[in-house]
C-alpha cells in the first residue's frame, strides 16, 4: 500500500487579485498540510508579497522546474517559480493583460503535469476573465482550458459540497444567454456525464439525479416566457440508460433527503 500523501497542484490565479493571498491562507490550514504535498504554481514574488501582507509563518522550497517528487520540500509547500508576473509593487485590482497571460499559464503548466502522471490533481484559484480574455485566451474560464488542455469531448462543471452535488448545464454565459445555449442534448450529456462521476468517482452505486428547470415567468413578457418554455428538458432517457431521474423539479427549493436539507434556487446557477 503507498501511503504517500497525493501532489496537488495549485495555481495562484490572477497575479492582481485574491489568487495569492487565498493560496497563502489555504496553505496554513492544518487540514490542506495534513491531506497533501502542495506545488504551488505562480510568481514567486507576487506569493512573497502575499504572504508578506498575512504576516504568515509559511516556509516554502522556491524551484524554477519540475521534473518528480524529489524537486519537492521534504516537509512544507513547494513553489513553482513562472517569475512571469508584474512587479507586486505596480498591481492594481483591474483587468491586466500581462496578469492574465501568467494566469492562463499556470493552469496549462499544471494541466501538463497533471496528464504526464507527475501530479495528483488540480486546485485553481480564480482567474479574471476579462483579463484572460485581454491575453488573447480564447476561452472564459477553467472549465473550458481544462476541457481543450486536456483533449476531453464532454465536459461538466460540478459544484460538491457534502452531501450535495450539482453539476451546471450552462456555464459562464450571461442569464440572457441561457435559452439560446440550452438544449435537450446538453441536459442529457450533462446527466449523462454526472451520473458517470458520481458512480466512478464519489463510489454512489445507484444515483439519484434531481433535474432543476428555471420556470417560464409571466411578467416578463411573451418573448421570455416563449424561449424559457421552449427549452424545458423534455427528453426521454435513451436506449439502454441506467439514470434515474427525478424532474424536471420547479419552485424555489429542493428537498434533500434523509434531514439533509435543502437546495435554494439561485439565479446565477439556473439552470
Same mark, same amino acid.
Given at each position: 500500500?503507498?501511503?504517500?500523501?497525493?501532489?496537488?497542484?495549485?495555481?495562484?490565479?490572477?497575479?492582481?487579485?485574491?489568487?495569492?493571498?487565498?493560496?497563502?491562507?489555504?496553505?496554513?490550514?492544518?487540514?490542506?498540510?495534513?491531506?497533501?504535498?502542495?506545488?504551488?504554481?505562480?510568481?514567486?514574488?507576487?506569493?512573497?508579497?502575499?504572504?508578506?501582507?498575512?504576516?504568515?509563518?509559511?516556509?516554502?522550497?522556491?524551484?524554477?522546474?519540475?521534473?518528480?517528487?524529489?524537486?519537492?520540500?521534504?516537509?512544507?509547500?513547494?513553489? $513553482?517559480?513562472? *517569475?512571469?508576473?508584474? %512587479?507586486?509593487?505596480?498591481?492594481? #485590482?483591474?483587468?491586466?493583460? &500581462?496578469? +492574465?497571460? /501568467?494566469?492562463?499559464?499556470?493552469?496549462?503548466?499544471?494541466?501538463? $503535469?497533471?496528464? *504526464?502522471?507527475?501530479? %495528483?490533481?488540480?486546485?485553481?484559484? #480564480?482567474?479574471?476573465?476579462? &483579463?484572460? +480574455?485581454? /491575453?488573447?485566451?480564447?476561452?472564459?474560464?477553467?472549465?473550458?482550458? $481544462?476541457?481543450?488542455?486536456?483533449?476531453?469531448?464532454?465536459?461538466?462543471?460540478?459544484?460538491?459540497?457534502?452531501?450535495?452535488?450539482?453539476?451546471?448545464?450552462?456555464?459562464?454565459?450571461?442569464?440572457?444567454?441561457?435559452?439560446?445555449?440550452?438544449?435537450?442534448?446538453?441536459?442529457?450529456?450533462?446527466?449523462?456525464?454526472?451520473?458517470?462521476?458520481?458512480?466512478?468517482?464519489?463510489?454512489?452505486?445507484?444515483?439519484?439525479?434531481?433535474?432543476?428547470?428555471?420556470?417560464?415567468?409571466?411578467?416578463?413578457?411573451?418573448?421570455?416566457?416563449?424561449?424559457?418554455?421552449?427549452?424545458?428538458?423534455?427528453?426521454?432517457?435513451?436506449?439502454?440508460?441506467?439514470?434515474?431521474?427525478?424532474?424536471?423539479?420547479?419552485?424555489?427549493?429542493?428537498?434533500?433527503?434523509?434531514?439533509?436539507?435543502?437546495?435554494?434556487?439561485?439565479?446565477?446557477?439556473?439552470?
Amino acid at each position: 500500500m503507498d501511503d504517500r500523501k497525493p501532489i496537488v497542484g495549485i495555481t495562484s490565479g490572477d497575479p492582481a487579485s485574491i489568487g495569492p493571498e487565498v493560496v497563502v491562507k489555504a496553505l496554513l490550514h492544518p487540514a490542506v498540510q495534513a491531506c497533501c504535498r502542495a506545488l504551488v504554481f505562480g510568481d514567486a514574488r507576487v506569493l512573497e508579497a502575499a504572504r508578506a501582507a498575512l504576516r504568515a509563518d509559511l516556509p516554502w522550497r522556491v524551484i524554477q522546474s519540475f521534473e518528480d517528487e524529489a524537486d519537492l520540500a521534504p516537509d512544507g509547500p513547494t513553489l $513553482l517559480d513562472f *517569475a512571469n508576473a508584474p %512587479d507586486p509593487q505596480s498591481l492594481r #485590482p483591474a483587468a491586466d493583460p &500581462a496578469c +492574465g497571460r /501568467a494566469s492562463v499559464e499556470y493552469v496549462h503548466a499544471a494541466i501538463d $503535469l497533471a496528464m *504526464a502522471g507527475k501530479i %495528483d490533481a488540480i486546485a485553481t484559484a #480564480p482567474i479574471n476573465k476579462e &483579463a484572460i +480574455g485581454l /491575453a488573447g485566451c480564447k476561452f472564459p474560464g477553467h472549465t473550458e482550458i $481544462l476541457a481543450d488542455r486536456t483533449g476531453a469531448k464532454k465536459k461538466v462543471m460540478m459544484l460538491a459540497g457534502g452531501p450535495l452535488r450539482v453539476s451546471l448545464v450552462t456555464i459562464h454565459v450571461g442569464l440572457q444567454q441561457v435559452p439560446k445555449k440550452l438544449t435537450a442534448q446538453g441536459v442529457l450529456d450533462t446527466i449523462v456525464v454526472t451520473h458517470e462521476a458520481l458512480v466512478n468517482l464519489f463510489g454512489i452505486e445507484k444515483p439519484r439525479i434531481a433535474v432543476r428547470a428555471q420556470p417560464p415567468r409571466r411578467r416578463v413578457g411573451p418573448v421570455r416566457r416563449r424561449g424559457a418554455a421552449d427549452h424545458r428538458p423534455r427528453h426521454k432517457p435513451r436506449a439502454g440508460a441506467r439514470h434515474r431521474l427525478h424532474g424536471a423539479l420547479f419552485g424555489r427549493h429542493i428537498i434533500l433527503p434523509r434531514g439533509q436539507g435543502r437546495i435554494r434556487r439561485r439565479r446565477g446557477h439556473v439552470p
